[in-house]
């Protein structure tokens, strides 16, 4: 678009598309770490100190123009937020149907003196995890800035979500997964015919040839946090936390954490609806979970850094919880201070059984990664870091069907006496 003669020239990306579809409210981009402030629809990456990017709203116009209520009777996806999101032609989104998701009760709370317990039931995405909301806007927002090639690296769940996601875009995808990821995120990701690479070895290594690799081969790059806009498809599931209790937020979340795009999103949510006035009261203690063989949030947080240190040696089950050195750490770690929050790691095969307890009590089958949270409720329950009568959102991050091979089972073979009355 040309801008018109006698006017100062805007700094390029500063022009809105042409003829959006419906208003999103985006104003600009800002880095989390340095503060600087970017046009809104140009393609950006990291800020160039190195910082992640935070997509920005008006909202003040927003709050005038804009009311909660006018949200009844739209549609039952993470479209229904549209004014913050930003995606400017959301007739043009690359949907599978995500978002959503229930807020169901869980039983285990009460069998464990909780009395109000919930879990946002994620695994009922497209490809089974939350991964498919930063997939479904990121991939959206990139097409209508002209991306053609994208490359990521994932510890699992995004690699087939973006996989997927880019496929139905008609982009071009190159995914780098560890090779012990679960084998259907492996025959998923690689069924949408991208391609998709994996290796053995330290996680990080993933990271360092997607971006060598976009570099080489004129790809963006949307590793975890190299990009603002995934964040803003995770973002939707604190909306919809708030939205489902009747414009409310919990006392307290509990999630497990790997990059922290899921748990900075929701923080985004709620300060966000906090601050248009569509949600009142405090922002809830936020409490994370990772498992103890690659834990440097936890380590970070109880030695009280702002950073992480890159983890060493990763030993843990298969997943979304491997994340040596998340870029946003520093703003993961601030929200857990400032929400007077905690963190806590927990063992594989501890969280292996919370699974199967859960399945007990609420025929409920959680990830792995999300079992984590219910081993941490326990402690918490039991040393009075979380109290009885506190309102808890627990977030079930992907299906336990995507993890089946990790429980073994013993079935009743049908015998003698079973043949009889057949
Ligand atoms: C990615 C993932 C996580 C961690 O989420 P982040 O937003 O990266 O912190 C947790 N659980 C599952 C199943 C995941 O796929
Ligand atoms: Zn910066």
Known sequence: MKSPPLRAARPAGNEPPALPDWQSYLSHLECAQCGSTHPPHALHGLCTCGGPLLCRYDLDSLGKQVRREDLVGREASLWRYREL?????????????????????LQWGARHGLRTLRVKDEGRNPTGTFKARGAAVGVTRLRELGVR???LSSSGNAGDAWATYC???????????????????LAEAALSGQRVHTFGGHNSRGGRLANAFAASRDAFCANTFQE????????????????QLGWRMPDVVVY????????????????????????????????????????PIVEAFASNRMRCVPWGSIDTLPGGLRAPKPI????????????????IAVSGEAALAAVRQVMATDGLFLCPEAATTIVALRQLLANGGIGSDEDVVVVNTGSGLKYASLFPVATNRVDDDMEAIA
């Open 85 to 105: 999101l930003p995606v400017q032609h959301p007739a043009q989104a690359v949907t599978l149907g995500e978002g959503f998701t229930p807020l169901l009760p």
């Open 149 to 151: 090639r994208v490359v």
């Open 167 to 185: 496929r139905r875009a008609g982009i071009d995808a190159t995914i780098f997964l560890p090779d012990d990821a679960p084998a259907t995120t």
């Open 228 to 243: 603002p806009y995934r964040l803003e498809g995770k973002k939707t599931m604190g909306l919809e936390i708030a939205e």
């Open 256 to 295: 497990p954490i790997g990059g922290g795009v899921g748990l900075i999103g929701i923080w985004k949510a709620f300060a966000e609806l906090l601050e248009l006035g569509w949600v009142e009261g405090r922002m809830p203690r936020f409490i994370v979970t990772q498992y103890d063989g690659c834990a």
């Open 328 to 343: 946003a750490d520093f703003l993961v770690l601030r929200i857990l201070r400032e929400t007077n929050g905690a963190a």
